[in-house]
C-alpha cells in the first residue's frame, strides 16, 4: 500500500499510529543532524519530522519530488493553527524518494511567472491551491447541472464532434478526411443543428456538457479555439418556460456551490435590448448596486432583440452576405406580428432571443427556434446565403418536412460564467489546459507540424 492517509487528515487522535504518507515536497528543511518536509497532496499539508539517519538518506532532496513517507503520528506540544493537520507531525522512520524533481522552471503559485510560462508548465501551475479549487468548484457545478437537469426530466445526449462545415458565424475549424479525398469534416462551433434534430426526432428534453470549436481571435473572456457550455433544447416550450428554468438552475448553482456570493436579484429582471440599449449603451447591462463588491453577483435577461444586425468588420458573422448577420443565429424565430416586416423592414424585426448577462458579461444565448421550412429559407435569403451556402443546411430544411415540434432553448457558457462567478481576471483560470492568446496548447505543444506521410494520406500539400 502507498499510503494510509492523505496529507490533510490526521490529527491527534491517531498519537501513536504507524502511517505512510505520500505527496510533495512543499518545503524541505535540512537542519544538518535533523530536517521537517512538509508534505503536500490534494488534500492538505502534514508536516514531517526528519531525524538524523533518515535525513542522511535524502540529502539530494528538492523541492517538488514526490516521496513516500513511513513514521509514527506524534502530538505536538504547540499546534500550528495555519495547518489542518497542525495538532500533529508525523515523526519519519523511512523516506522513500519516488520520483526525484529537478530545479523547477517557475516556482509555484509564482505570479512573477509569465502567462506563457504558466501555461507551457500547466501541470506545475495547476498545483497551486488556488487553481485546484477552481477545479473542483467547476466540478461541482457541473455535478449539479447534471443532477439538476436529469431530475427535470432531460436527458444527456452526446453529439458528434467530426460533422459538417456550415456557416454559423465564427470560422470552422477543418479536418480532413483520409478516406474522402478533398472533403472534410469540421469540428461543431456549438451542438446547435443536432439538438434542433434531436428535437425532430423527439427527444423533448435535451442537455449536453458540449465542447464548441471557433476559430475566433481571444479576449480576456474569450478562449480562442475551444470552449464548453451547458446545451439545452426543449420542445413545446415557451421562452418564459426557457427563462424559469435557466434561472431556478443559476439561483441554485450560486446557493450549493458558490454560498459567499451574493444575489442583486432574486429573480432576475427582464429587459428589452432598446431599453438597455437607451440606458446603459451595451446589451450586456453590469447592475450590480456596488461594483467594488467582489462577492456581488447581477443576473438579468436581456429579451427582444433585433433579429438581424448590420455587419461590421469587428463583429462580422462569417458565412453571411456584406449587408445582414443574424443577431443570435440563423435559426432563431422572428416575433410572428414581425413576420410581415421581413419583406418590407428586415432591420426593424425583432426576434425571440434571450442573452443571460452577468455582471456587465453575456453568459448564455439562446432562442425560440423557426420550425417552419419557409420562414428558415427566407431568413437564409435575407442574410444573404447563396445557394451553396443554403444546400449546407439543406439537411434542416427536410427534416422540418417530417413533423417539427416548435421548440427552443439556450447555452450558458461554462468557462464564462464560472470566470465571472469566481471573479477571476482571466477566463483561463477556470479551464485545466487553455491555449493561450495565439490559440497555442503550449503544455502540448499544438498546434504541430505534421510527418509528409501523414499528409500523402490525406492528399495535401502545404503551399510553400
Ligand atoms: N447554439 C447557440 C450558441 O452557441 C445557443 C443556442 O441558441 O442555444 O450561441
Known sequence: MFRTHTCGELNKKNDGAKVRLCGWVDIFKDRGKLGFINLRDKYGITQIFVPGNVLDNIKNLRKESVVQVIGKVKVRPQANAKLKTGEIEVEAEEINILSLAEPLPMEIGD???????????????????KLQTNLELRHKAILLMRNFLHEKGFLEITTPML????????????????????EFYALPQSPQQYKQLLM???????????????????????????????????????????????EELMLKIIKDVFPDKKLTFKKFPRLSYDEVMSKYKSDCPDLRKNKDDP????????????????????????GAGDKWGPSHHMFTMPKEEDIILLDTD????????HDLVLNGFEVGGGSIRIHNAKIQEKIFDLIGFNAEQKKAFEHMLTAFKYGVPPHGGIAPGIDRLLMVIMGAKSIRESIAFPKNKDAKDLTMGAPSKVDKKQLDDLNIQIKK
Not at 426526432?201 to 470552449?227: L, T, V
Not at 453577483?297 to 462569417?318: K, S
Not at 428586415?346 to 432571443?353: D, F, I, L, N
Open 163 to 182: 460533422t459538417k462545415s456550415s456557416p454559423e458565424g465564427a470560422r470552422d475549424y477543418l479536418v480532413p478526411s483520409r478516406i474522402h479525398k478533398e
Open 346 to 353: 428586415p432591420g426593424k424585426v425583432k426576434a425571440y432571443q
Open 111 to 129: 505570479d512573477k511567472a509569465t502567462e506563457d510560462t504558466r501555461l507551457k508548465y500547466r501541470y506545475l501551475d495547476l498545483r497551486r491551491p
Open 200 to 246: 425532430v426526432a423527439g427527444c423533448d428534453k435535451y442537455f449536453q456538457i458540449a465542447p464548441c470549436f471557433r476559430d475566433e481571435a481571444a479576449r480576456s473572456h474569450r478562449c480562442p479555439g475551444e470552449f464548453y457550455q451547458l446545451d439545452m433544447e426543449m420542445s413545446f416550450v415557451t421562452q418564459e418556460q426557457i427563462l424559469e428554468i435557466v
Open 295 to 318: 462577492n456581488e453577483l447581477a443576473f438579468c435577461w436581456v429579451i427582444d432583440f433585433p433579429l438581424f444586425t448590420e455587419q461590421t468588420e469587428e463583429d462580422f458573422f462569417h
